[in-house]
T-cell receptor
Framework: GAGVSQSPSNKVTEKGKDVELRCDPI?????LYWYRQSLGQGLEFLIY????????KSGLPSDRFSAERTGGSVSTLTIQRTQQEDSAVYLC????????????FGSGTRLTVV | GESVGLHLPTLSVQEGDNSIINCAYS??????FIWYKQESGKGPQFIID?????DKRQGQRVTVLLNKTVKHLSLQIAATQPGDSAVYFC???????????FGAGTTVTVRA
């Protein structure tokens, strides 16, 4: 596609439920990143994919968070047993090969846990 | 124009004035830097980048300055317009790292 697409744009879920957030990167981009942005805060790195592999998952806040990428394209971030502190905007970004020329971000998924 | 010597979370600017947004980065080994603009409800958008072998780079109405001695980055916006109202983030990338690390962000509000 022309840009990075994220869905849903907004998600309200009850505490304890599982959620899946989807990211469709720019076609041909091998690097894909997930960041979290809490209200009024900066961007917190979560995970990086190169192709289908995730060399570093150290940014994931807890074992309730997981992510996968299939076919070197679409990625899904899953949060199990959601907590109120998980409420944030989850941003996905992609780039051709890594950081070299910066990333292109999607518009994010705003997650609200009630 | 208005400027801030230290990083402040907010900056209010009169339309037509020049703006200067400052950022202190953390890693002296970082060799690539980017400024992003984030409008309400949108993802961050690339504005301009600079590599560590340069001190200054100009774009359309924007200039980025890099002072490696004090690990300081600034973004200058000429003739600030209402459409420049947004949150501005600086980001750094150390060598051999695959990700960008972002600063806290500065909210710029343009007064008519």
């Amino acid at each position: 596609g022309a840009g990075v697409s994220q869905s849903p744009s907004n998600k309200v879920t009850e505490k304890g439920k599982d959620v899946e957030l989807r990211c469709d990167p720019i076609s041909g981009h091998t690097a894909l990143y997930w960041y979290r942005q809490s209200l009024g805060q900066g961007l917190e790195f979560l995970i990086y994919f190169q192709g289908n592999s995730a060399p570093d998952k150290s940014g994931l806040p807890s074992d309730r968070f997981s992510a996968e990428r299939t076919g070197g394209s679409v990625s899904t971030l899953t949060i199990q047993r959601t907590q109120q502190e998980d409420s944030a905007v989850y941003l996905c970004a992609s780039s051709p090969t890594g950081v070299t020329y910066g990333y292109t971000f999607g518009s994010g998924t705003r997650l609200t846990v009630v | 124009g208005e400027s801030v010597g230290l990083h402040l979370p907010t900056l209010s600017v009169q339309e037509g004035d020049n703006s200067i947004i400052n950022c202190a980065y953390s890693n002296s080994a970082s060799d690539y830097f980017i400024w992003y603009k984030q409008e309400s409800g949108k993802g961050p958008q690339f504005i301009i980048d600079i590599r560590s072998n340069m001190d200054k780079r100009q774009g359309q109405r924007v200039t980025v300055l890099l002072n490696k001695t004090v690990k300081h980055l600034s973004l200058q916006i000429a003739a600030t317009q209402p459409g420049d109202s947004a949150v501005y983030f600086c980001a750094e990338n150390p060598p051999d790292d695959y990700k960008l690390s972002f600063g806290a962000g500065t909210t710029v509000t343009v007064r008519a």
